[in-house]
């Protein structure tokens, strides 16, 4: 495979109606943003959803504490055919300041393998009951935080406090305050783990069990039918025998909020869809076509390269930009892809040593 522009810096690009728009990299642009107004409404929405969970208390920064300072993360949500959906801002803990055993202890937490989403499709195609998609809205900050830790929280950049809080609280300015987390909040290392305890007990509640080979794949056998359903964080796919299932399966995730999106038409940046006779549709072109703007090959044209045996290279300065396009290939290959595997898994080998010719 043969690559131009390899060293093209990376920047998150998005493309409406032909117009490319950048998404802030941080607080500072954002307030530089013409955009500016939509960030502002974005950030309020989100700290309300936050206190709305009760995320937080806010209290006075103990003397000689260790706070954690946060960041926020913009991003211009799409529909599928590339109008803009909203503009969302995410409250996000450093991670870089966070320390084992002080801050966080166990991190790991699983995700829905792609087989096991591609079984639900199948599945449904069987039982004759399209799949659905739901979403739960700020799922890290529903799961309570460990008692055993306390984490403080610098007061966010754009966060206002009232003056009744600060007079409350016997000071003058919000920089003499914190947050002591009482959830999980996005960036924290254990926040993903927390989520997916908690979900995975409210669904044993309900019946449902877990899959042996997937951890996030539960299943629910009942004598009037079965429900299948896969998590990938905070989105859901199901399916069931009957559409009555799937509507009692949506009813019963009320409790943390589960939005039912009806039949899937987009999940993990895949676009579905599904026709009666032919069954299901999938393709990502929408993240190819960022991904190769992204990467600066955009208005490469396509070029045979038949494969070389090892040989004497010249290599790249840097290997990080190739191997983020391959990471991202590898990801296009294993989801809709797989004409494109062998040559993707080729490329691979040179990953740590790549050079012009790959």
């Known amino acids: 495979m043969r690559t131009r522009n390899m060293g093209a810096k990376h920047v998150p690009l998005v493309r409406v109606n032909a117009v490319i728009l950048v998404d802030p990299k941080n607080y500072r642009q954002a307030m530089r943003d013409p955009r500016v107004e939509k960030w502002k409404e974005a950030m309020r929405t989100e700290i309300a959803a936050l206190e709305h969970n009760d995320t937080w208390e806010v209290i006075v920064m103990p003397r000689d504490s260790k706070q954690l300072h946060s960041k926020w993360v913009y991003k211009l949500k799409l529909y599928d055919d590339g109008t803009i959906e909203r503009y969302k801002a995410r409250l996000v803990v450093r991670r870089d300041e966070k320390v084992y055993g002080v801050d966080y202890t166990f991190s790991f937490s699983a995700v829905l393998a792609m087989v096991s989403g591609k079984v639900i499709l199948a599945v449904s195609i ?7 998609h739901g979403d739960v809205p700020s799922v890290y900050v529903k799961a309570d935080k460990e008692a ?5 929280l610098h007061i966010p950049q754009g966060m206002e406090i009232a003056v009744e809080l600060l007079r409350k609280l016997g000071v003058k300015d919000k920089r003499q305050l914190a947050l002591r987390l009482k959830k999980g909040l996005y960036g924290l290392k254990q926040s993903g783990r927390l989520w997916n305890l908690m979900l995975h007990e409210i669904l044993l509640s309900l019946g449902f069990r877990q899959c042996y080979t997937d951890s996030c794949l539960y299943i629910k056998d009942e004598t009037d039918g ?3 359903v896969g998590i990938y964080v905070d989105d859901v796919l199901g399916t069931g025998t009957s559409v009555q299932k799937v509507d009692e399966f949506f009813e019963d995730m009320k409790v943390v909020e589960l939005k039912d999106l009806g039949v899937v038409t987009k999940f993990l940046g895949i676009a579905f869809d599904y026709d009666d006779n032919t069954g299901w549709t999938l393709n990502q072109e929408t993240v190819i076509d960022e991904m190769l703007e992204k990467f600066g090959l955009a208005k490469v044209a396509p070029v045979r390269v038949p494969i070389r045996g090892e040989e004497v290279r010249e290599l790249l300065p840097t290997v990080q930009t190739f191997q983020s396009l391959v990471g991202s290939l ?6 809709t892809r797989p004409d494109i595997a062998f040559a993707v898994y080729r490329v691979t080998r040179h990953s740590h040593a790549s050079c012009e010719s790959d």
Do not use: N, Q, S
Not at 126 to 132: K, L, N, T
Not at 148 to 152: D, K
Not at 330 to 335: G, I, K, P
């Open 226 to 228: 079965k429900t299948l």
């Open 126 to 132: 069987i039982w004759g009951v399209p799949a659905r």
């Open 148 to 152: 055993e830790l306390e984490i403080l």
């Open 330 to 335: 590898l990801w296009v290959a294993r989801c």
